[in-house]
């Protein structure tokens, strides 16, 4: 009998987001199973997401999931030859065959993509998209590998170098189980801009919503940049697990208690995270873009959302989004929808969040900024011209008519802040 694994409560008080912390530490455990025999009649969360009705139409064939994460065991036998070749963005810590090594990673691609071992696959774990492939991409270390201080001081970039590498090296689906929700979290510019500019290749991006629902209920990144699906984690009830953390950004919910998942020394454990929510949530996804694959990120994020089961009042809440997940609804309603590009607005995000800089990047600086300046600097001019005396005589027709109370012309309501 394995002993408990405890529940890492991470509290950081880091100066600033430095590569990507996990929202759920490596998933706490219970009863460890050798063997994985009967196990997947415990997984209530397959069937709290309607799977066998969405396996009806696809299993996810054809679709590939990036893990960014912790690594992946390409050789458990829940996962063998559904695992590509990947990256490894941390270059240091534990290697294959240390204890510390793809524990979380592993977990996650397993509710992602398990597909059970044995005979006709019965023993072991199932996941939500058992056909899909994975593409792991290590971007950080485990909670206890010894280098995990090390890489986070030294691969400040990882994360959002992965994203841009699992983008460019054909991810339908990225999977961010991981998150920075301390006291000092912050959007990171690299990470934003990396986000987008997997949205603009047509990676659908998913994260957790975080584990801070006891504890403030702080702001997670990368869950609350713009265009990811954050996902909240519910108990086996719907209702929305007391660790789950309650924000703004929530766009739905998934299962993330009691959550059955494989480990690399081929026992298995039971876990609790959000997670492991965005785990199936990307799972989810996984199955809609195997049936519907010229749907964009937005498209796919808007069904995802509008199909949501268990939908709380008012149509959407902080705690659970619009409700848990229903990849068979979405398949279904999306089939009513005529495929859109992926066409990211520059400037439509609130100041709660900033652009990259980078040249190129969708939201980055380009005409809008050149524009800007020139703006600024005809503002700066007539300011010191009026200082000196100088009073402009403009037509009747140019004159610019005095705001009305309201804060527009007219009355109307004041035009949006910059990005």
């Avoid at 006891?214 to 702001?219: I, L, N, R, S, Y």
Wanted: proline share 7%.
């Amino acid at each position: 009998m394995k002993r408990v694994l405890r529940p890492l409560r991470i509290r950081r008080t880091l100066a600033a987001l430095v590569c990507a912390l996990l929202a759920l530490a490596p998933v706490t455990a219970g009863t460890a199973h050798a063997q994985g025999e009967g196990l997947q009649r415990q997984e209530w969360a397959l069937k709290a997401l309607h799977a066998k009705e969405a396996w009806k139409t696809t299993k996810g064939r054809g679709v590939t999931v990036a893990v960014l994460d912790t690594g992946v065991d390409g050789s458990h036998p829940d996962l063998r030859k559904n695992v590509l070749d990947g990256k490894d963005m941390v270059g240091i810590g534990a290697e294959k065959g240390d204890r510390h090594w793809a524990r979380h990673g592993t977990a996650m691609a397993g509710i992602i993509a398990g597909h059970g071992h044995g005979k006709d696959g019965k023993d072991g774990v199932l996941g939500i998209a058992p056909e899909a492939r994975i593409l792991p991409v290590r971007v950080l270390l485990e909670e206890k590998d010894p280098q995990r201080g090390k890489a986070r001081d030294q691969r400040k970039t990882a994360l959002a170098d992965g994203i841009r590498w699992a983008a460019d090296h054909g991810a339908d689906v990225i999977n961010l189980s991981l998150g920075d929700d301390s006291d000092a979290a912050h959007p990171d510019a690299r990470e934003d801009a990396a986000v987008r500019y997997a949205l603009r290749k047509g990676a659908v991006v998913v994260a957790s919503a975080g584990n801070g629902g006891e504890d403030g209920d702080h702001v997670s990144y990368p869950a609350a940049y713009p265009g990811v699906i954050a996902v909240a984690a519910v108990d086996r009830n719907g209702a929305r697990a007391a660790f789950s953390t309650r924000r703004w950004y929530a766009t739905v919910a998934a299962p993330g208690k009691d959550i059955l998942i494989a480990d690399p020394d081929r026992s298995y454990y039971q876990g609790w995270g959000t997670s492991a929510a965005a785990a199936f949530t990307s799972g989810a996804v996984a199955l809609v873009r195997a049936a519907h694959p010229d749907l964009s990120p937005t498209q796919i994020k808007k069904l995802i959302s509008d199909t949501a089961g268990h939908t709380p009042e008012g149509g959407r809440s902080d705690a659970v989004g619009t409700g848990v997940v229903d990849p068979a609804a979405a398949i279904e309603m999306g089939s009513h929808i005529e495929p859109r590009k992926q066409q990211p607005a520059v400037g439509e995000y609130g100041k709660e969040y900033f652009g990259s800089g980078r040249p190129g990047d969708e939201g980055g600086p380009g005409w809008f900024a050149i524009l800007a300046a020139v703006l600024g600097a005809v503002l700066i001019g007539v300011a010191l011209a009026v200082h000196r005396g100088f009073t402009p005589r403009l037509p009747p027709r140019l004159r610019i008519r005095p705001l009305r109370p309201g804060g527009g012309p007219g009355g109307g309501p004041a035009p949006p802040g910059g990005p």
